[in-house]
């Protein structure tokens, strides 16, 4: 069984969630020890991981509920209209 490979979205959503929030953590811990920027790295690298993992991915998606077809119409019968042919109006004679 092959693991999915990740999409293009994942793979942008983790990296910027990585590098961002290495950036804020460093930036609000102030941590400049080995030790701290280890568990800062860490930890972003976690929440990156959290990231990519939650965006949806593109691959098939199956409907939650199976949707019935829904029921064919009757099909009413065509009747073919002919014109009636056109009637001349009827001439009366003049009573002589």
């Given at each position: 069984?092959?693991?999915?490979r990740?999409?293009?979205?994942?793979?942008?959503?983790?990296?910027?969630?990585?590098?961002?929030?290495?950036?804020?953590?460093?930036?609000?811990?102030?941590?400049?020890?080995?030790?701290?920027?280890?568990?800062?790295?860490?930890?972003?690298?976690?929440?990156?991981?959290?990231?990519a993992?939650?965006?949806?991915?593109?691959?098939?998606?199956?409907?939650?509920?199976?949707?019935?077809?829904?029921?064919?119409?009757?099909?009413?019968?065509?009747?073919?209209?002919?014109?009636?042919?056109?009637r001349?109006?009827?001439?009366?004679?003049?009573?002589?």
């Amino acid at each position: 069984m092959a693991m999915p490979r990740p999409t293009v979205a994942q793979l942008a959503y983790g990296s910027c969630t990585v590098i961002f929030s290495t950036f804020a953590m460093l930036l609000l811990s102030g941590a400049s020890s080995g030790v701290g920027v280890a568990i800062v790295a860490v930890s972003a690298l976690a929440l990156g991981l959290l990231v990519a993992m939650t965006v949806p991915s593109s691959g098939p998606r199956r409907p939650a509920v199976a949707e019935r077809p829904a029921a064919p119409e009757p099909v009413q019968p065509v009747r073919a209209t002919v014109p009636s042919p056109a009637r001349e109006p009827v001439r009366e004679r003049a009573a002589s």
